[in-house]
């Protein structure tokens, strides 16, 4: 079971095997379901992307599992790698000292919420590894969180972007944080990684130092 879209990347291991696909915002039902299969005696694989207990599907099962369910159902938490890792192995070593995970959708957390993580993650200087950024209808929370970023960064802070992250299509990119919305790949397949004030640029890698302060004169984007 799972989301469609996901269910596609899988179809080598899928031959011989009930499929139960279905779209975006679905999840609850698809969890619904899923508990419904098990408690009937079935084997249940529920696919998320990346790690199925970071923005994924763990959870939603877990929360909704009843207290005596949790006796009759065994759980199996399959881990995964998440966006932050594939597209920081892409970028070179952005995610070398301390960061925050921040997902810009506004559909289950209130946009202020988000608002005060975003600042916060600036104030103690994290690199910030930012999911779901834009849809085509939903803009504004990206652009909120570049307007606090800007506040507390340099316009020439390093940022990643990765769409499409070891899937067809793949794109990686190097930019900088004042540069950064005139990207135009930027959209829910898209991972943002905004360095810190050490992170800089050599060659085409974006690293974050971890402490032992190698930089060279060469290297590139320093933001002060």
């Given amino acids: 079971?799972?989301?469609?879209?996901?269910?596609?990347?899988?179809?080598?291991?899928?031959?011989?095997?009930?499929?139960?696909?279905?779209?975006?915002?679905?999840?609850?039902?698809?969890?619904?379901?899923?508990?419904e299969k098990a408690l009937a005696g079935n084997d249940v694989c529920l696919i998320s992307s990346g790690d199925p207990g970071i923005y994924g599907m763990a959870g939603v099962i877990l929360e909704l599992l009843k207290k005596?369910?949790?006796r009759k159902v065994r759980?199996?938490?399959?881990?995964?790698?998440?966006?932050?890792?594939?597209?920081?192995?892409?970028?070179?070593?952005p995610l070398m000292n301390?960061?925050?995970?921040?997902?810009?959708?506004?559909?289950?957390?209130?946009?202020?919420?988000?608002?005060?993580?975003?600042?916060?993650?600036?104030?103690?200087?994290?690199v910030i590894v930012f999911y779901n950024p834009?849809?085509?209808?939903?803009?504004?929370?990206?652009?909120?969180?570049?307007?606090?970023?800007?506040?507390?960064?340099?316009?020439?802070t390093p940022v990643g972007i990765v769409r499409n992250a070891r899937r067809d299509n793949e794109e990686v990119m190097i930019t900088?944080?004042?540069?950064?919305?005139?990207?135009?790949q930027i959209d829910m397949g898209t991972t943002i990684v905004v360095g810190n004030s050490k992170t800089y640029v050599k060659g085409r890698y974006m690293i974050t130092p971890?402490?032992?302060?190698?930089?060279?004169?060469?290297d590139e984007i320093l933001p002060h």
């Fill in 176 to 184: 900088s944080l004042g540069n950064m919305l005139e990207v135009k």
């Fill in 134 to 156: 834009k849809s085509k209808k939903r803009i504004k929370p990206l652009e909120m969180a570049w307007q606090i970023l800007m506040k507390h960064r340099s316009p020439r």
């Fill in 1 to 35: 079971m799972g989301y469609k879209a996901y269910l596609q990347l899988l179809k080598g291991l899928l031959a011989g095997k009930e499929i139960i696909s279905s779209g975006m915002t679905q999840e609850i039902r698809r969890a619904e379901e899923a508990i």
């Fill in 210 to 218: 971890r402490g032992y302060e190698l930089k060279t004169e060469n």
């Fill in 98 to 126: 301390d960061f925050a995970v921040i997902s810009l959708s506004d559909l289950l957390t209130d946009r202020r919420v988000i608002e005060r993580r975003v600042e916060s993650a600036c104030q103690g200087d994290f």
């Fill in 68 to 70: 005596e369910e949790t």
């Fill in 75 to 93: 759980i199996e938490i399959i881990p995964g790698i998440t966006a932050a890792s594939s597209c920081a192995s892409l970028l070179g070593a």
